[in-house]
C-alpha cells in the first residue's frame, strides 16, 4: 500500500514526504506528552488552587461575574458565573473537581438540587477524571435542568484552546512545489514565445 501511495512520486519526493511525516509524527508525540504533564499537574494541583483555575478558563471562555463560593457548605457548588447565549444570559452553577475516578449520580444530583439557592438555570462538572454511564444519562433528563460533563480529557482541550498552561509552537518548512513552476518546465518553451 505505501509503495502503490507513492507510486507516481520520484525517490527524492518520497523521501521529502516521509521526513514531514516524521515531523508531524513528533509533533504529535510532544503534544500527547504535554497533555499527559498538564493532567498529572492538575491532578497534583490544591483543590481550591483548581476552582481558581477553573475560573480563570470560565473567564477566557466568555463568562462574565465568575466568583467561587464559600468553601463551607457549599451544597456541591464551586463556581457561580454567568454566559451569554444568544440575546439570553444565562446564570450557570459549576461543580469542579480535582479526582482520578469516575464521578457518579450523587455529585450530579447534588448540583442539580442547589440551582435555585444561586437563581441558576444550569449547571457544569468540570473533573480531571471521567463521569460513570448513570451520570452521563442522567446529565441531561427529561425535565430536569441541563448539567454539562466536561471530563479529564475535555477539561485538557479547554486548556489548550485557551493557552491556559501551555504555549503553542509553531514550525515552518519548505515543500518543494513544482506546479508553480510548470510553464517554465522543458518543452514549454515554444508556447511561452507564441
Do not use: W
Amino acid at each position: 500500500q505505501y509503495l502503490e501511495r507513492f507510486a507516481a512520486y520520484n525517490p527524492e519526493q518520497v523521501k521529502t514526504i516521509s521526513k514531514s511525516s516524521e515531523l508531524f509524527r513528533m509533533a504529535r508525540t510532544i503534544t500527547d506528552d504535554v497533555r499527559a504533564r498538564l493532567h498529572a499537574y492538575l491532578l497534583e494541583m490544591d483543590a481550591f488552587k483548581f476552582e481558581e483555575l477553573i475560573k480563570l478558563l470560565l473567564e477566557e471562555m466568555g463568562y462574565d461575574n465568575v466568583a467561587t463560593t464559600s468553601p463551607t457548605n457549599d451544597k456541591g457548588v464551586d463556581l457561580i458565573g454567568t454566559i451569554a447565549l444568544g440575546i439570553s444570559a444565562v446564570r450557570e452553577v459549576i461543580q469542579a473537581k480535582r479526582h482520578k475516578g469516575a464521578i457518579n449520580r450523587p455529585v450530579l444530583d447534588q448540583l442539580r438540587g442547589s440551582l435555585h439557592r444561586f437563581n441558576a438555570v444550569r449547571g457544569t462538572i468540570i473533573t480531571t477524571g471521567r463521569f460513570s454511564k448513570g451520570v452521563a444519562e442522567a446529565a441531561f433528563e427529561r425535565g430536569a435542568a441541563p448539567i454539562t460533563l466536561i471530563d479529564g480529557t475535555k477539561l485538557i482541550d479547554l486548556l489548550v484552546e485557551n493557552q491556559i498552561g501551555v504555549n503553542t509552537r509553531q514550525v515552518d518548512y519548505l515543500e518543494f512545489a513544482p506546479e508553480k513552476l510548470a510553464h517554465f518546465a522543458p518543452g514549454t518553451e515554444g508556447a511561452l514565445n507564441e
